[in-house]
């Protein structure tokens, strides 16, 4: 019997289309029943199966041709509140996800300074003096530099996670998902250790090479998973990955200045690879049945599609299977919103781990650790609270905030220059809107791509614009080592 899929906005229902023969008015009876989760990708012609049982019915969305004298049985429905309950279930796991994933990244580049200048307690090293006096490294330099720039730390924070991205379009599709959610929770884990134990610099840039595996792997994991769930969960995770920046950098800002060594401050963060493997694996539901109307009109009005039609077509949920014609045409199609993520992302990078250690204030009772401390926190803050605006502010011109954030990196450069600035309290308002300016960039752009690439693209379209932000950083940092030793130098 041919079957027509009609697709509404907030589901779909499907109707038996029958030819029936001339009979007296009255001696036959069309049932129709719509129902938005009883059929199963694979029910449905070029459709998947996600492990879903599918109704003996074989369509579980309608009753069939009934004649007069025969008794129906109806369908068993999908309560409201187990569907509401799946829906939090895969809300808060995703926000779990994000927030564990990029926390250990965040808590090594609040550290970037304690890692640098090594600085070690003798005997127990269970406490630290919260506020030590400041001794310049290099006194010739109004700075108070380090020998080594925290844009070294930045670089051993990314170049992983970039070796990563550029390879996953490629080939990291084939590999399932869970052994890669095992990686990334075995090296979150390790970097804490390795980095709380180590006794060099060397070492300690070797633990945080394992959290940019970690957060690398797990970004692109986890931002190509969301193509199997309602599109509501990249906000989830958006905010996930913003909580993880405030948390990171409020939890190792709070623990040390308490009193706790950074040692012991990284040691008690153990806990969170484990709450990442158990949201993963314990939390999330399995993916909702792609509908395989992924281009019926109803949507296809409503969307302003991103690749032109060009693209040959494909099974929706075929993501794995593109042609490279396909993975060319769809990244040409995501540069509109590749190139100003790039750009806002070098910008802030640049300032926070090339221009922090230099915005040093000495009329201040804070340490320059202490500085530092606190401009990652409130930038972390901005990104958190921007992270998760989305249901209330939404961007499609990504290319102001880009804008807007290379004036704030020529403003903060001029001032290392000149020094106009008469308080450290100017600056902490701006790298706090410097955070803002990221973190919507961020939450805009996935959202943005997410509306706009057709269901069969939007895996790979996902995993290929993760490279983003790391290829910007990545650049930052780069050009933040050799500006570090020039500024040094200046007496």
Not at 79 to 98: C, E, T, Y
Not at 305 to 314: K, Y
Not at 417 to 425: H, N, T
Not at 426 to 440: D, S
């Amino acid at each position: 019997m041919p079957w027509e899929a009609v697709r509404a906005r907030d589901g779909a229902f499907r109707i038996p289309r029958v030819s029936i023969p001339a009979h007296p008015p009255g001696s036959d009876h069309l049932w129709l029943a719509a129902h938005p989760r009883g059929v199963t990708a694979d029910s449905a012609p070029g459709g998947h199966a996600w492990g879903r049982r599918v109704p003996e019915s074989g369509w579980g969305s309608c009753s069939l041709l009934t004649l007069p004298g025969e008794e129906t049985v109806p369908e068993p429905r999908l309560p409201l509140l187990d569907r509401q309950s799946a829906h939090w279930k895969n809300a808060v796991g995703f926000w779990l996800l994000g927030l564990c994933n990029n926390f250990s990244y965040v808590v090594m580049l609040s550290a970037a300074h304690d890692i640098l200048s090594h600085e070690r307690t003798s005997g127990n090293q269970s406490h630290v003096d919260p506020s030590p006096t400041p001794i310049p490294h290099n006194s010739s330099s109004r700075f108070d530099c380090n020998s080594v720039s925290t844009a070294a730390v930045l670089l051993a924070d990314i170049l992983p996670t970039l070796v990563i991205k550029l390879l996953a379009p490629i080939g990291l599709h084939l590999l399932p998902y869970s052994p890669r959610v095992l990686v990334s929770g075995i090296c979150a884990a390790g970097s804490f250790v390795l980095v709380a134990s180590s006794h060099s610099v060397g070492t300690s840039l070797c633990g945080v090479v394992l959290a940019s595996i970690s957060s690398g792997l797990g970004e692109v994991t986890f931002l190509s998973l969301t193509a199997f769930y309602p599109r509501a969960v990249i906000s989830w995770w958006s905010s996930g990955t913003g909580g993880a920046g405030l948390l990171g950098a409020l939890s190792y800002l709070g623990l040390t200045q308490a009193g706790l060594s950074p040692q012991h401050t990284l040691l008690s963060m153990l806990g969170i690879p484990a709450v990442l493997l158990a949201s993963y694996f314990l939390l999330l539901t399995s993916p909702e049945p792609q509908d395989p109307g992924g281009e019926e009109e109803a949507e296809s009005a409503a969307r302003q599609p991103l690749i032109g039609t060009e693209a040959p077509e494909s099974k929706p949920g075929s993501g794995s299977s593109l042609s490279f014609q396909e993975r060319w045409t769809v990244f040409k199609g995501l540069l509109w919103y590749i190139v100003p993520l790039v750009v806002v992302y070098f910008a802030e990078y640049f300032i926070n781990q090339g221009l922090f250690e230099l915005l040093f204030f000495r009329n201040t009772s804070l340490s320059h650790a202490q500085q530092y401390r606190w401009y990652q926190m409130l930038y972390q803050a901005g990104v958190f609270a921007s992270r998760s605006s989305l249901r209330c502010c939404r961007i499609r011109f990504t290319w102001a905030l880009a804008l807007l954030q290379c004036l704030n990196l020529v403003f903060l450069l001029a001032d290392v220059w000149f020094s106009f600035l008469p308080s450290i309290y100017f600056v902490f308002l701006i790298v706090l809107y410097e955070g803002l300016l990221g973190g919507a960039a961020y939450v805009n752009t996935f959202h943005n791509i997410a509306l706009e690439t057709s269901d069969e693209h939007r895996e790979f379209a996902m995993a290929a614009t993760c490279i983003s932000d790391t290829l910007g950083i990545s650049l930052s940092g780069l050009l933040a080592l050799p500006l570090h030793d020039f500024l040094c130098q200046l007496s």
